[in-house]
């Protein structure tokens, strides 16, 4: 069965086309450029000198391969930013002619921090960017359909971010010792990737934010600075991000529970 049936017959785009039909907007009255950082090191996860986590293979596939594919099979992205390790440059572009990339337009190096390799990316960004999609390069668990449901409410509401829902009870602690009180896990979402804006508005606040000195942790926060509404699309538990080991045994379950891969 080829990969477009496949989607055709996925509960998310069936959700994703009834949004689309209800709020009257289509992919294809937007551009939308998706930068993919994968510059880090990866050095919680202990890896051998020289490996980092994107380089990981995941029964057989790179990580970053397996993200960048998802973005190619999308059809609301329109191109590819790859922000990268300036050592890892000839890695890429032997992914490029091995698995055929098509959107990837531009393979830029990352700056120090991952804020500044996003700024980095949004330099490539096509002149004719209506909304820009960043994505962490390691969640290689993310489909086609999910980033589609995350343009679709980005597309209506001007910004829309993945998350998902904690199913812990969670506590805030002054000293790290003792709990101080708990907190009402129904108010409470775990921010993910993509996290996708209206381009002149990311541009805004991602501007605003290197001149002010601000760092932060995701590009939500940055919007946020500006008090614009982020609406949150839960994408469930299965778009984790490549940290730790145990993050590759759970990657390797989801994908075998999903089928298609032994």
Request: with cysteine.
């Amino acid at each position: 069965m080829s990969r477009n049936k496949d989607i055709k017959k996925s509960p998310y785009n069936k959700f994703t086309r009834a949004m689309k039909k209800l709020f009257g907007v289509d992919h294809r009255d937007w551009f939308n450029s998706a930068i993919i950082v994968a510059a880090g090191s990866g050095t919680r996860m202990n890896l051998p000198v020289g490996q980092t986590k994107q380089m990981l293979c995941i029964n057989g596939t790179p990580v970053i391969v397996r993200t960048v594919m998802q973005f190619e099979a999308c059809e609301d992205i329109d191109e590819i930013i790859l922000v990268v390790r300036r050592d890892e440059f000839d890695e890429y572009k032997r992914f490029y002619r091995e698995y055929g990339f098509k959107k990837v337009k531009h393979i830029v190096a990352g700056g120090e921090t991952r804020q500044a390799s996003v700024l980095n990316g949004l330099t490539r960004v096509d002149k004719n960017a209506d909304f820009v999609t960043i994505h962490d390069g390691v969640r290689c668990l993310i489909t086609p359909e999910m980033i589609s449901e995350v343009c679709t409410w980005a597309y209506h509401y001007g910004a829309a971010t993945a998350v998902s829902t904690p199913s812990d009870t969670l506590k805030i602690s002054d000293d790290g010792l003792f709990i101080k009180e708990t907190i009402d896990r129904n108010k409470v979402r775990q921010a993910a990737t993509p996290q996708i804006f209206k381009y002149d508005m990311y541009r805004a606040a991602a501007l605003s934010a290197k001149k002010d000195g601000v760092e932060a942790t995701d590009d939500n926060s940055l919007v946020e600075r500006l008090e614009f509404k982020i609406y949150m699309c839960d994408l469930g538990k299965e778009n984790i991000k490549i940290t730790t080991q145990e993050d590759v045994y759970c990657a390797e379950a989801i994908l075998k529970s999903r089928g298609g891969e032994k």
